[in-house]
């Protein structure tokens, strides 16, 4: 596994990594970078599906993800938490 494999980890459509793979090499340098610094696996086609579809821009939509799998964590950490009380 190439280190930017690890990159394109995340996706909506739960497709393969690799197929994620001409897309992040297609997408601006910028968006790149961003993702790069991300400490997500966060996919490139659902950052610019998210962008297009909502009228983001790439930052906002980076964002958006890192966000929600940080909400998500969290739920699963309040869950897990409130079993081990049961
Ligand atoms: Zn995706």
């Known amino acids: 596994m190439s280190d930017r494999t690890k990159f394109h980890g995340l996706c909506l459509e ?3 990594g690799h ?3 001409p897309v992040f090499d ?3 340098r910028s968006v790149q970078e961003r993702l790069r ?7 490139t086609q ?3 599906n998210l962008a297009r579809d909502n009228g983001y821009d790439y ?3 980076i964002s958006y993800f890192e966000d929600a799998i940080r909400a998500s964590d969290q739920e699963v950490r309040e869950k897990e938490r ?3 009380e049961v």
């Open 14 to 16: 739960a497709v393969d």
């Open 19 to 21: 197929e994620m793979m």
């Open 26 to 28: 297609d997408a601006p």
């Open 37 to 43: 610094r991300s400490p997500f696996n966060i996919c």
């Open 46 to 48: 659902c950052v610019i």
């Open 59 to 61: 930052e906002r939509a």
């Open 82 to 84: 409130v079993n081990e």
